[in-house]
């Protein structure tokens, strides 16, 4: 198909090709009379502006890469809409990427973005991301990067989190202040940040609470299958402890649902006989039976905050303004149901 | 920060620059030691091949873009990790982008990717789509563009769909065959193709099992909050009809787990009183009570599919042959759970 230049458009109307540009580009320069002729023969023409040859100018591709570690996930579907809503009304585009909790891809896709040229990058690490070379290249580039959720404290960028500690404390100082005190714990893997913070938060709330530390409470779920690691640590739990055991705080709803879905099936009465609480606050967990209580993560806000910062820090670079990195901690809430 | 160029490689080296660039794309009349020579250079200097360069002169972005309804959707979750699977196979990347069902903003999506030069596009369009201007431009421009799950009949593209009219006919004999008679319909809005299908599945499965089609058990759910809108057409559809209702067919899952709710909460049995059957077989659906029996849509499938045809449409576009669009139906299957 014929392409349509500038300078068509230019010599059909009588006037420079530069006036044209500026038209197309809403510069205030140039009349709006002027702005509307030149738009509307484009429109008729089918001219396209040529996105590649204005990033080479421009130096700014206007998109923004960002990598999640799942897809499925509530949380970070919420992360993504918010992600959008931010870059769409700042006229910027994303390129999504999941690493699939794999290190190697993350670094992979890391070098992807890298070479196509993006503006700035958002990343919440997989569960088994240790080296983090990648993201110090990242840095290393000039690239603007900002970690949320999942993060890295050692590395020198913008970061947007939440206390996961400090939640994960108040959850388990509520099951305590409702009477329970042999409380078992379903962590994550023994890598992540959040994983770590959660567990820490726990122990911190039974230490606090003159509740002594029992490592024999603590299960590690890391199956990259939460539901079922749910249903099949609960089987174990029970088997483990018999009746020496009352609550469950798990390091995200899927595995509180599993271990639900367990209780349901063995008419084990939650939340009489166990009780549970969750993290993340996942939709389902306002509709499962009995429903689960949960800390709210504030997903979509994490998402817009992030790009906001990254937005904000591609701007200043283009500028030549100097950028302070920020370190943001969203608000999380308890949301009780019955489930305890 | 400098960057470094082809001719740095080359000179050091002892190469031509035609070599070093050739080395890089892997080209196979390079023999393995100087690739590794030139890779191993280029690592040390961070050299970056310039993509947007590169781009233009292969004419292809490497880029493709998806637009979706929705984000946070189980279903749509899965298609976007089929399709970044695909991607990701050939070395393509994924702009995505969400219409929050506006068709405005449908529409304005398509000019970004346009401008973009992306390589190929994916929609599937927002229920409030009729006009199809938007799409035709992309055929006009020589893009390749396939529809998948919400398509339009008359756009001449390829498409990727289940038969909805067969999934909602299997949903609803089924019930008839369980022995409900009064079977309401909590469909979706009137404009969109699978909204229309499925209704009329439904419809032909009451006909040809000598029920009769009573339009006031039709419920249409469209405030784009389809928990509370189950849970309310619940509600009404009592206060309507009492005792004379004794299934509900739902067009997606999120509409009858929202009516599980209010039954659940008015202790009207599900199914004794009442059965479900919902659409789409969303995760939640195995895990909620009664569990909600579905019609599996295979998502990751779709998305899976929708790009190799996607992909396969741009190579035969840049190789000059002739592209055949195809029409792609994915089986469906009925999934019983305790809900019928």
Chains 1, 2 share one sequence.
Not at 111 to 126: A, F, Q
Request: aromatic share 8%; net charge positive.
């Amino acid at each position: 198909m014929k392409t349509t230049t500038l300078k068509e458009i230019a010599e059909q109307l009588g006037l420079s090709v530069t006036t044209v540009s500026k038209a197309l580009k809403d510069y205030p320069d140039v009349s709006k009379k002027t702005k509307e002729l030149v738009k509307n023969l484009a429109d008729k023409l089918n001219y396209v502006p040529n996105s590649f040859a204005v990033s080479l100018r421009m130096k700014e591709s206007k998109t923004i890469g960002i990598i999640i570690p799942t897809m499925v996930h509530y949380f970070f579907s919420k992360v993504i809409e918010g992600v959008l809503k931010e870059a769409e009304k700042k006229n910027y585009m994303i390129i999504l990427l999941q690493s699939n909790e794999s290190y190697e891809l993350e670094k992979k896709q890391v070098d992807l973005l890298i070479n196509k040229g993006v503006d700035g990058i958002l990343i919440s690490l997989s569960n088994k991301t240790k080296d983090l070379e990648h993201l110090k290249k990242i840095i290393k580039r000039g690239i603007p990067l900002v970690l949320f959720d999942k993060i890295a404290k050692t590395i020198n960028c913008s970061k947007v989190l939440i206390d996961d500690r400090k939640a994960a404390y108040e959850a388990v100082s509520f099951l305590i202040q409702k009477g329970h005190k042999r409380i078992a714990h379903f962590r994550g893997d023994l890598n992540p940040q959040n994983s770590i913070d959660r567990f820490l938060g726990y122990k911190k709330a039974l230490i606090d609470h003159n509740i002594e530390f029992d490592s024999s409470l603590v299960y590690i779920c890391n199956n990259n299958d939460d539901f079922n690691d749910g249903f099949n640590n609960a089987e174990k739990l029970i088997k483990d402890h018999g009746k020496n055991v009352d609550a469950i705080f798990a390091v995200n709803d899927l595995l509180a649902i599993g271990a639900i879905n367990y209780f349901n099936k063995k008419k084990i009465k939650v939340p009489e006989r166990i009780a549970l609480f969750g993290f993340s606050n996942w939709f389902m967990s306002s509709v499962i039976t009995p429903s689960l209580s949960s800390i709210e993560q504030h997903g979509f806000k994490m998402g817009e905050k992030s790009a906001q910062i990254l937005l904000n820090e591609i701007y200043c670079k283009q500028k030549g303004i100097k950028i302070e990195h920020q370190k943001i901690i969203i608000d999380t809430e308890l949301v009780l149901r019955n489930s305890c």
